[in-house]
């Protein structure tokens, strides 16, 4: 694991009017798992029986349909990322759930960053997450995010 803890992290003080929502505590974990390259906290968490749809380093969507695939996609971004000396974080801009007895979902609109060599790039995404009860908690069983916004420095682009 890699601890990539940056300097005043929006997820290290997360907006308080979410806190009361369903699952919120479990969107930070992911959210904190991805930016801390946290592959054990992320894959305990996450089922995704029917794959995600994730974001790329370049923006773009990444189908990914099975748990091998999720797992060497994961281990691939967190390495390319090492490689390219970067960090990543989030700021959740709005958060929304429903939770049933065993099944529920939720909307994230969050702001990733990616940051090298002194340069960020911003991408605006909403995420639809559905969530499921099993027998330790409740986990991802889907997650679908989508950029709808980027602002990628020409530096960023070139590399």
């Given at each position: 694991?890699?601890?990539?803890?940056?300097?005043?992290?929006?997820?290290?003080?997360?907006?308080?009017?979410?806190?009361c929502?369903?699952?919120?505590?479990e969107?930070?974990?992911?959210?904190?798992s991805?930016?801390?390259?946290?592959f054990e906290t992320?894959?305990?968490?996450?089922?995704?029986?029917?794959?995600?749809v994730?974001?790329?380093v370049?923006?773009?969507?990444?189908?990914?349909r099975?748990r091998?695939?999720w797992?060497?996609?994961?281990?691939?971004?967190?390495?390319?990322?090492?490689?390219m000396a970067?960090?990543?974080?989030?700021?959740?801009?709005d958060?929304?759930?429903?939770?049933?007895?065993?099944?529920?979902?939720?909307v994230?609109?969050?702001?990733?960053?990616?940051t090298?060599?002194g340069?960020?790039?911003?991408?605006?995404?909403?995420?639809?997450?559905?969530?499921?009860r099993?027998?330790?908690?409740w986990?991802?069983?889907?997650?679908?995010a989508?950029?709808?916004?980027a602002?990628?420095?020409?530096?960023?682009?070139?590399?």
């Amino acid at each position: 694991m890699r601890l990539v803890l940056q300097d005043r992290s929006p997820l290290e003080s997360p907006p308080g009017r979410f806190a009361c929502e369903p699952f919120y505590a479990e969107t930070m974990t992911l959210l904190r798992s991805v930016r801390d390259h946290d592959f054990e906290t992320l894959a305990w968490l996450c089922d995704d029986d029917f794959g995600i749809v994730d974001i790329g380093v370049d923006g773009n969507a990444r189908p990914i349909r099975t748990r091998l695939e999720w797992e060497r996609w994961f281990n691939e971004l967190f390495a390319t990322l090492d490689t390219m000396a970067a960090t990543t974080d989030s700021e959740i801009l709005d958060y929304r759930a429903i939770r049933t007895d065993d099944l529920g979902y939720s909307v994230l609109d969050f702001r990733q960053s990616l940051t090298a060599n002194g340069t960020t790039a911003t991408f605006d995404c909403v995420a639809t997450i559905i969530w499921k009860r099993t027998p330790h908690g409740w986990r991802e069983a889907r997650w679908h995010a989508s950029v709808v916004a980027a602002d990628v420095p020409a530096e960023l682009r070139a590399a």
